[in-house]
């Protein structure tokens, strides 16, 4: 048992002090590739592969206020593609959060996120190309909206073209699993 751990611990030690592992990304820890940088508050972020070596990034952002879902695609040497800042996701006056992502299999991203636009929380989604093109409704497809509250989404690709979403939902008085 050892013997593994120590093996472990040396390949580690071998890959960080490696001069030829390099970073494609800014060395300087103070000017780090910046995603977004708008004013306001941003939190929660989520990072799927763009399956060209960059990645799709989302998150809640409150530069006007309330919570809105934005995102941003980076290629493999951390450029941004998109509007500086990023996309804003859904433009409805509602709080949006709690956003994940997945790559869609096709060069895009699915996004989904909870979504208080009808008086309670629903869970919405919007699936958008490789530049930035908002391929659904504008404001989003509404995936699962009854009497209840729906939370905590996660999204998982099954093959292509099929995705499960599953989330909390209280609408029986507690929270169950839908």
Do not use: H
Request: hydrophobic fraction near 35%.
């Amino acid at each position: 048992m050892r013997k593994k751990n120590f093996i472990s611990i040396l390949i580690i030690i071998v890959l960080v002090f490696d001069k030829n592992v390099q970073s494609q990304w800014n060395q300087d820890p103070y000017l780090n590739n910046s995603i977004c940088t708008a004013p306001g508050f941003q939190y929660a972020p989520k990072i799927t592969s763009d399956e060209k070596g960059g990645a799709y990034i989302i998150w809640e952002d409150f530069r006007d206020g309330t919570s809105k879902i934005y995102a941003q695609r980076i290629d493999k040497n951390g450029n941004v593609k998109w509007n500086i800042n990023g996309i804003q996701i859904c433009s409805i006056n509602s709080g949006q959060g709690n956003p994940q992502i997945i790559n869609d299999g096709n060069g895009g991203a699915i996004i989904i996120w909870v979504d208080d636009r009808n008086s309670n929380l629903d869970l919405y989604a919007q699936r958008v190309d490789s530049i930035g093109n908002k391929l659904w409704d504008s404001n989003g497809n509404i995936i699962f909206e009854n009497n209840g509250n729906q939370t905590q989404p996660q999204i998982v690709r099954a093959t292509d073209n099929i995705f499960y979403v599953t989330c909390i939902d209280d609408r029986m008085g507690a929270p169950n699993i839908f």
